[in-house]
């Protein structure tokens, strides 16, 4: 019996998980005279991970979604402390209250469409089209935070 003796070695193939760089940087300040107020920066960098169409075969895994890049500004104050005994509401309502914080957010300040996954769709003739899944686009975000 003849058998084919070929031994075909692939390569280096990447893993699921192989993002090649991943770095994020978050910077807050405060105003000197307005210690209360409050600005913060945050940015988000990520080279894509691999991907392939949807069979078995993991040796055709070798397309990459395209990097992941996202800058988020926010401006956060605080309205009440505790430690404020100067107000006169101090003794009212408030009396209870450690401090109430506010903020607001603006969540992908650049509007950058980030690929999350591909869905795959066929046509008639067995041809497999990766259609981009998309993170969402910019956001708002208001809080108000209260302790007690």
Known sequence: MITDSATVFPGSLPRPTDQRV???LFFQDHIPKLPELRVHVNMDFATGLPFGP??????LDTLRIPSYKRVDIGFSGQLYNHAWKKHHIHKTIFKHLKSIWLSFEVWNILGINNTVSYLWVKDFNNINYAVPNYLSNRRFNARLLIKF
């Open 22 to 24: 991943a770095f994020s």
């Open 54 to 59: 949807p069979d078995n075969r993991k040796d």
